[in-house]
């Protein structure tokens, strides 16, 4: 009988596990997605594109990349993996801008910093996500699928929490789909990277 | 008995797995909008002979749209560039991402005085389903269907096995073709090439 309940206790979990991951849906598939672990290295991939002085600035980098990631003068990173042609991506700028404005409101913006990289994107492509959406961080482009294909091939919108070592960035947290709320989301990567 | 001594534990533990919505899940698969997309597998990059070329007047056309009108080339001869963006199937990977990226970018066709018509070989119905599904777009789009395939064989971009060609044309408001790209079928052609063709039409006035 107790084997017989715990089958079914099996049963029932691995029926619920793709309902937790519908919880967190609202994402571009991405066929042959693995997603890199969190508490793995972060590969030091290279930006590429123009970004404006200020923000060239406010990262620690020169304007015109290609330039590595560890490069960036942040104790703590946020790189979402988006594409101009991800419907979700797209409905989830004013959530991400929203995010952008709380790290600044909370006095957080000299710690802890958001790019976006575009997946598939060129730098018009970029471009064109950029001035859609008045993003105010730095997004840069990857119109190889370079990056995308070193981070993991992930779904869009990916987010990648990475921390600061010696030795460059370490990823704390992931999350695949959609920001609902960005003070939640900010809440646990400030408590993720332990800020 | 014991079962059911077990199960007020077990509907616990469920409860409290479909109400874990974590903000940062550790990296979960992704679900994915597209259970409904049909996977291709990888097909030869082009597969046709274009009949036209940069130059060339566009041939006339007359097609069904998903809101239940027409678009004929005449509608544009004389008032708008035109860019005609044919994909080869609906609910297909690489198409289902392209129309929505042209999506954020009206702003960009607008500014170089351009209309956008996308176009697929598929039926209406198919093409209404699946244009809602991506949220709706905000330029026609239209049927060549029947005669299967009759605008895109004019243009020499129907493949053999009866879908188009992944193709831009920009056609300017005299009706001349003045930028082609058949781009390989598995990929989607940037939108830089397009838009600096675009910019070069409009700026000659």
Redesign the interface.
């Known amino acids: 009988m107790k084997a017989l309940a715990l089958g079914i206790l099996a049963a029932l979990l691995l029926l619920a596990a793709p309902n937790r991951h519908a919880l967190a849906a609202e994402a571009s598939e991405a066929p042959g997605a693995k997603p890199l672990a969190v508490g793995t290295a972060f590969p030091d991939v290279p930006l590429i594109g123009p970004v404006s002085p200020e923000l060239a600035d406010n990262l620690g980098i020169p304007q015109n990349g290609p330039t590595p990631i560890a490069k960036i003068k942040a104790e703590v990173l946020i790189v979402e993996i988006f594409s101009m042609y991800c419907p979700f991506c797209q409905r989830d700028a004013p959530a991400v801008n929203e995010l952008a404005a709380l790290i600044d409101k909370q006095g957080l913006a000299g710690r802890l910093k958001i790019i976006g990289i575009g997946a598939g994107n060129s730098d018009t492509e970029v471009d064109i996500f950029r001035k859609k959406f008045k993003v105010p961080f730095a997004l840069f482009s990857d119109a190889t699928f370079a990056v995308h294909s070193a981070v993991g091939q992930v779904g869009t919108p990916y987010y990648y929490v990475l921390k600061k070592t010696p030795q460059g960035f370490t990823i704390v947290a992931a999350h695949l789909g959609l920001i609902h709320s960005p003070a939640d989301f900010l809440k646990d990567v400030t408590a993720k990277a332990g800020l | 008995?014991?079962?059911f001594t077990?199960?007020p534990a077990?509907v616990a533990?469920?409860a409290a797995?479909?109400l874990?919505?974590?903000?940062?899940?550790?990296?979960?698969?992704?679900?994915?909008?597209?259970a409904n997309?049909f996977?291709v597998p990888h097909l030869p990059p082009t597969d046709s002979q274009l009949a036209v070329a940069v130059g060339s007047p566009m041939p006339d056309f007359d097609l069904p749209t998903v809101t239940g009108g027409r678009v004929r080339l005449a509608d544009y001869l004389g008032k708008k560039n035109l860019v005609i963006s044919f994909v080869p199937a609906a609910w297909t990977?690489v198409c289902s991402?392209?129309w929505?990226?042209y999506?954020?970018?009206q702003?960009?066709f607008e500014e170089n005085d351009d209309a956008l018509v996308g176009i697929t070989v598929d039926n209406i119905p198919t093409l209404y389903a699946w244009t809602r599904q991506?949220?709706g777009l905000w330029f026609p789009v239209a049927s060549d269907f029947w005669p299967h395939g009759g605008l895109a064989q004019k243009l020499g971009i129907l493949r053999r096995d009866g879908v188009s060609e992944r193709a831009l044309f920009l056609v300017d408001k005299k009706g001349v073709i003045r930028f082609i790209d058949v781009h390989d079928i598995n990929v989607?052609p940037?939108?830089?090439p397009l838009?600096e063709a675009m910019a070069k039409v409009h700026a000659e006035k």
């Open positions: 008995m014991r079962l077990t199960l077990v533990v469920l797995l479909a874990a919505a974590p903000a940062l899940a550790d990296a979960p698969l992704p679900p994915g909008l597209a997309i996977q990977p991402g392209q929505p990226g999506n954020i970018a702003d960009a991506m949220g989607r940037d939108l830089g838009l």
